[in-house]
């Protein structure tokens, strides 16, 4: 399916981000210019949250909270991307501080790559679906 124009940047994100959580996972190859080691990972994934994805957060939030009354599915399944982004940010918060950075990384890097996996075949499917155009063209102003 298409995306609809109003969820195009936020896919877009999505590439980097799932890069990121393939770079985190246990045996990971190694991605040109990115880093190797796991002091060097653990950097990495905390300046990529908060350059980036703490705001793509905030974006999909907003488009969660303004497309909820579309459908119930839509409703639901928000409250879970919600709570699943407390809990990123939790993980990328405290990587630094694992016990175990390489059971931690791995952990994050799968429980992000699940997350976008979910918006990209679940969410976006049930916006583009559900929610009328007009209120689609209102949120990518909001977007911006």
Do not use: W
């Not at 997350?115 to 916006?127: A, D, G, Q, T």
């Not at 689609?136 to 977007?143: K, M, P």
């Amino acid at each position: 399916m298409k995306r609809h124009g109003t969820l195009t940047p936020l896919s877009r994100e999505h590439h980097s981000a799932l890069i990121l959580a393939q770079l985190l996972k246990k045996g990971a190859p190694a991605y040109k210019g990115l880093p190797t080691g796991n002091a060097e990972k653990i950097m990495y994934a905390q300046k990529m949250f908060h350059n980036s994805l703490k705001e793509h957060f905030k974006k999909e939030e907003l488009l969660i909270n303004n497309v909820q009354h579309c459908h119930e599915d839509i409703q639901k399944l928000g409250k879970e991307i919600f709570i699943e982004h407390e809990q990123l940010t939790r993980s990328f918060l405290n990587l630094d501080k694992a016990t175990d950075p390489v059971e931690s990384m791995d952990e994050l890097g799968s429980a992000l790559d699940a997350h976008i996996r979910k918006e990209e075949r679940v969410l976006f499917p049930l916006v583009q679906e559900h929610c009328p155009e007009k209120d689609l063209t209102e949120i990518s102003i909001l977007l911006q």
